[in-house]
C-alpha cells in the first residue's frame, strides 16, 4: 500500500525566504509525481508534474526534485510572497493504480509580509 | 482552454437524502477521478472512470456510485446521505495516458445536516 507523507505540516516564513517542502512515499514503482496547491476552500491547482525517469521539474520560482530510489521529492520555493501561503500537496501515481493518485497530508504554508 | 466544472458548487442535505455530483472535464480529456476532502482524512479516492468504464474504485461503501457519459462528463451519487458524508468533493480530468497531469476542478462541498 503506498503511503505518502509530508513534513512540515505547518510552516510560517518571512517574505522573501526561499523555502524546501517535502514529501517521502513508500512504493517506489510510480508513474509520476505531482504538487499542487490549494487554497482555503478551493480546488487543487496543478504546480509541478515529475516523471519517474525525471530529475526534477522547474516553473518560475519552483523547483520541484525527486528521487525515486529513495521514496522522496522536494518541491522548493525562492523568494516566498505573501501570495504564496497555501496548502501544498503532493501526490503520486502508481504504476498498478490506472490514474489514481496517492496524497499526502500536506504543508500549510503561511508568507509573512 | 476552459477548465474543469463541477456543479453545483455548494449543497446543503439532510441524512437519509441523496444527492448527485457532475463534473465536466477538459475538453479532450477521456478520464475522470472522483475524491472525497475532509479535514480528518485527507483526500481520499473514490473512483475512476475512462472511456465511460469505472477503472479503478476506492473504499467507499457502496452509497458511493457513479458513471460517465459518451461525452466524458461525469456524475457521482451519494445514496442515503450520512453526516460524515459532508465533504468537498473534487474530480480531476486526465487526457488519459499514465504521464498527462491531472486537473481538479473548483470542487463541490456538501453539507449534511
Known amino acids: 500500500k503506498q503511503e505518502v507523507t509530508q513534513i512540515p505540516a505547518a510552516l510560517s516564513v518571512p517574505e522573501g525566504e526561499n523555502l524546501v517542502l517535502n514529501c517521502s512515499f513508500t512504493?517506489?514503482?510510480?508513474?509520476?509525481l505531482q504538487w499542487f496547491r490549494q487554497d482555503p476552500g478551493k480546488g487543487l491547482t496543478s504546480l509541478l508534474l515529475?516523471?519517474?525517469?525525471?530529475r526534477e521539474q522547474t516553473s518560475g520560482r519552483l523547483n520541484a526534485s525527486l528521487d525515486k530510489s529513495s521514496g522522496r521529492s522536494t518541491l522548493y520555493i525562492a523568494a516566498s510572497q505573501p501570495g504564496d501561503s497555501a496548502t501544498y500537496l503532493c501526490?503520486?501515481?502508481?504504476?498498478?493504480?490506472?490514474?489514481?493518485?496517492?496524497f499526502g497530508e500536506g504543508t500549510q504554508l503561511t508568507v509573512n509580509p | 482552454k476552459a477548465g474543469v466544472t463541477q456543479t453545483p458548487r455548494y449543497l446543503i442535505k439532510t441524512r437519509g437524502q441523496q444527492v448527485t455530483l457532475s463534473c465536466s472535464p477538459i475538453?479532450?480529456?477521456?478520464?475522470v477521478s472522483w475524491y472525497q476532502q475532509t479535514p480528518g482524512q485527507g483526500l481520499q479516492f473514490l473512483f475512476e472512470?475512462?472511456?465511460?468504464?469505472?477503472?479503478n474504485k476506492g473504499n467507499f461503501p457502496g452509497r458511493f456510485s457513479g458513471r460517465q457519459f459518451s461525452n466524458s462528463r461525469s456524475e457521482m451519487n451519494v445514496s442515503t446521505l450520512e453526516l460524515g458524508d459532508s465533504a468537498l468533493y473534487l474530480c480531476?480530468?486526465?487526457?488519459?495516458?499514465?504521464?498527462?497531469?491531472?486537473?481538479f476542478g473548483p470542487g463541490t462541498r456538501l453539507t449534511v445536516l
Open positions: 501526490a503520486v501515481r502508481r504504476e498498478t493504480s490506472g490514474s489514481r493518485l496517492t
Open positions: 512504493d517506489s514503482a510510480i508513474y509520476n
Open positions: 515529475i516523471q519517474s525517469s525525471q
Open positions: 475538453s479532450g480529456h477521456r478520464s
Open positions: 472512470y475512462f472511456s465511460e468504464t469505472q477503472r
Open positions: 480531476a480530468s486526465i487526457r488519459g495516458g499514465s504521464t498527462d497531469t491531472q486537473y
